[in-house]
């Protein structure tokens, strides 16, 4: 079962910042937080992980709180193109057989 | 630095017929891992492999369904005698090795049983 709970669905206004949650109050001290993306019915996208640092890259933010119950990403400027399905993920960073949600769907209009 | 790559990107099969799935991981990955997405749904982790070493295979269902990862050429999902609730996208996996680092995706092979 997925460890992670998140958002069936949410809207963003294209050129604002989206904001997608994730809570994983059950992660433990070595599992990390990975989030993918799946646009239309393309192959999953790895857009970023982390710890329990903050952590940024050219696609997106995540950002974790101190007792790593919960996290957000954040995409600075959504675009049209971001439109997908969001997934949380937690995984101890090795074998990697992730376990998908359901995830969030995210509509940007314009 | 090309991806990887899976083909065919769709297959028809007719009931009864065999379904092979190729998958040819990123230069330099070791690792594979396929996935299962059923229409509507998400995806579920099927098995993962090294070269030449099945290390996990709890989510593959235990009749009809096969991988491997030979030592030269890509990873093989096969899918015997297939039947109709077989149709869905598979998708394909790969990662340098163990330790902290993302999976890169396929773009999946969509299966319709016929």
């Known amino acids: 079962d997925a460890k992670t709970t998140q958002p069936p669905s949410m809207d963003c206004a294209e050129g604002r910042a989206a904001n997608l949650p994730c809570n994983h109050s059950?992660?433990?001290?070595?599992?990390?937080v990975y989030w993918y993306r799946q646009i239309h019915s393309q192959g999953p996208q790895y857009i970023i992980h982390?710890?329990?640092n903050n952590e940024t890259n050219e696609m997106a933010s995540l950002i974790i709180t101190e007792d790593r119950k919960s996290s957000t990403l954040i995409l600075p400027h959504a675009t049209l193109r971001d439109t997908a399905v969001y997934y949380c993920i937690v995984e101890k960073g090795y074998g990697q057989n992730f376990v998908f949600g359901p995830g969030t769907r995210l509509s940007v209009l314009p | 630095n090309a991806g990887v790559m899976q083909n065919p990107r769709h297959l028809v099969r007719r009931r009864g017929q065999e379904a092979r799935l190729r998958c040819s991981p990123m230069?330099?990955?070791?690792?594979v891992y396929w996935y299962r997405q059923l229409p509507e749904e998400g995806l579920k982790f099927m098995v993962y492999l090294q070269k030449e070493n099945i290390i996990d295979e709890s989510g593959m269902p235990k009749e009809r369904f096969s991988a491997e990862f030979p030592k030269e050429g890509p990873s093989i999902l096969r899918i015997q005698q297939v039947v109709r609730g077989d149709s869905a996208a598979y998708f394909c996996?790969?990662?340098?090795?163990?330790?902290?680092?993302?999976?890169?995706f396929g773009q999946g092979t969509r299966l319709t049983v016929v």
């Open positions: 230069k330099g990955h070791s690792h």
């Open positions: 996996a790969s990662s340098p090795g163990q330790g902290v680092n993302e999976a890169f």
């Open positions: 059950t992660i433990s001290g070595n599992e990390y």
């Open positions: 982390g710890l329990k």
